[in-house]
């Protein structure tokens, strides 16, 4: 199991925090990867809505519900690979 350091969290919130909702997934995502799990899928698309949001200026609602549809694949692998996944989940 992976477990993120308190700065890590932190880094998380700040970026929450700091409205760069993307960039703190991002951060998740590479934080979890290894030689088993690479999440191409979840990288790629997280990658698109950022450049999407930086085209738009915001989040579109229909790149919203792509966001939220791939959260939930988030969700579970952070709840299925971190040992402090609350934590984790909750800085989002």
């Known amino acids: 199991m992976i477990t993120f350091t308190q700065s890590q969290i932190s880094q998380i ?12 997934r991002l951060l998740i995502i590479e934080a979890m990867k290894d030689e088993e799990n690479h999440f191409e899928f979840m990288i790629n698309s997280y990658k698109f809505i950022e450049e999407q949001q930086n085209i738009f200026g915001h989040l579109p609602h229909n790149l919203s519900i792509f966001r939220n549809e791939t959260d939930k694949t988030l969700k579970l692998w952070i709840f299925k690979l971190v040992s402090n996944a609350k934590q984790v989940w909750q800085a989002l």
């Not at 919130?13 to 703190?24: F, K």
């Open 13 to 24: 919130a700040d970026l929450t925090d700091n409205n760069d909702h993307t960039s703190a």
